[in-house]
Structure formats: C-alpha cells, structure tokens
C-alpha cells in the first residue's frame, strides 16, 4: 500500500508539473521496493519522464535497469528492450541496436512487434540488409499465424521498398501487390502504390506503371492530405536508390 501510495504521489506530482518531486519519489521506490513489478514500474514512468525532457541518456539507464530485473521474454523485457532500440536507433547507435535487437529476437521469435520495431530501428540507422531480414521474418510468420492487415501491409511496404533500392523490383512488385490486398489504410496504400509505380518502372513495365500511376493519382485527388506522404515516400525511395550498394 504504501508503494502503490508513493506511485500516486508521484503521478500528482507530475501533472503538477513537479518532475523533479516526481523523480524523487519515482526513484525512492526503485530503491525502496523489494518487488520488481514495482520497480519496474517506477523505472518505466522514470524513463517516460526524461523523454518528456529529451533526457535520453536517463531514459537509456532506466530501461537497462528494467533489463536486469526481469526476463527477456517478459512483457517488462520486452517493452524495454523494444524501447531502447528506438532509443538507441535515434542516436543512430547501429552496433547497439544490432545487438539488442538479436537478443530481443532470439528471446521473443515469433513476436511480430519485435521484429517490425527492429526493422524499422534497422532502416533509421542505415542498416538495410538487415532490415529486409527482419522485414522478411515478419512476413514469414504470417505463414504459421495471420498477421493484422495493418501489420503486413507495412510490412510488405517495408520489403519492398527496400528490394526496389536494391535492383530487386520484380519481387518488389509482388510484395507491393499482396500489400494493397491487406491493407486498409489510405496512407499506406498510397505508399505501397508509389512504391509499384517505381519498381515497374525498374522494370521497363511501362502498362503496369501506368495503372499504378493512374490509381495513386485517383487516391490523391480523392484525399488531398495524403499528396505530401506520396512525396515523401519518393525523396525516401531516392534516397534508398542511392544507397542500394550497401546491401
């Protein structure tokens, strides 16, 4: 009673905007409690609060906390581990980020959110091989258990986005295709569509860059909102083109 009292506190403090009172008592109970769940907690709002104040070294040291206190395969361990990629992939840390991101793996195989923030983590640090790796094994595991929609649809954005940069635009195309037939979000479906329209034209496919041309540019007049993530998505794929030597 008197921890879940102190995390209370704390929780006051803070929508007061009393963060250094909230740290203290945050911490106190890392310190004091002999319960990992506790500590545990205390340690995750501990690093929610420094990147509230873009601390990122604090909230890096207590999600290494949260990793000594609990197995890999937790939920805990996984939240953790899953946050200090994003973490460490902001600092652009690619060894680091490699090196959780293969423990958190091997712990949590078929955890389709670990592999999905690995391979983003993975293409944010210019790690492109290794993101089409971990891209694939997401798609794979749609073969044993049916991915969410929205999960495989990035997913197969993702794959080919990156097998386009990398001179591989027939399967590109594919992956592209079996996206939009699982996807239900405008915004990735237009992705996926510039996404085709490029790698048809890898192809020399004039007829099918013509059709996905001819749908994006519907989609774009239908939601207007979404014409700025259409050219976003192709300065990436230029950019991803020069860079396609690195996988």
């Known amino acids: 009673v008197r921890i879940q009292g102190t995390l209370g506190l704390a929780e006051v403090a803070r929508a007061n905007n009393e963060r250094e009172r909230a740290r203290a008592l945050y911490q106190g109970v890392v310190d004091d409690s002999d319960d990992p769940i506790w500590q545990v907690q205390a340690l995750q709002e501990l690093a929610d609060l420094s990147l509230e104040e873009d601390n990122l070294d604090d909230a890096v040291t207590a999600w290494r906390t949260v990793l000594g206190l609990v197995p890999a395969s937790s939920p805990a361990g996984v939240d953790a581990r899953l946050a200090l990629v994003g973490a460490l992939a902001e600092r652009r840390e690619a060894e680091r980020v490699q090196q959780y991101c293969q423990e958190i793996t091997s712990a949590t195989a078929d955890n389709p959110r670990v592999w999905q923030t690995c391979a983003e983590a993975f293409e944010q640090v210019s790690s492109p091989l290794a993101a089409l790796q971990a891209w694939n094994t997401l798609l794979s595991l749609d073969e044993v258990s049916p991915l969410a929609d929205d999960v495989f649809a990035e997913a197969a954005l993702g794959a080919a986005r990156l097998l386009h940069a990398d001179g ?53 007049a239908a939601t207007p909102q979404l014409a700025a993530a259409v050219l976003q998505e192709s300065a990436q794929l230029a950019r991803s083109e020069d860079e396609c030597a690195e996988l």
């Open 168 to 220: 591989q635009h027939a399967a590109a195309l594919t992956w592209c295709q079996d996206g939009l037939k699982r996807s239900n979000d405008p915004a990735v479906e237009m992705l996926l569509l510039s996404t085709q329209i490029s790698a048809a034209r890898g192809l020399g496919d004039a007829e099918a860059e013509a059709a996905a041309l001819a749908q994006r540019d519907e989609m774009a």
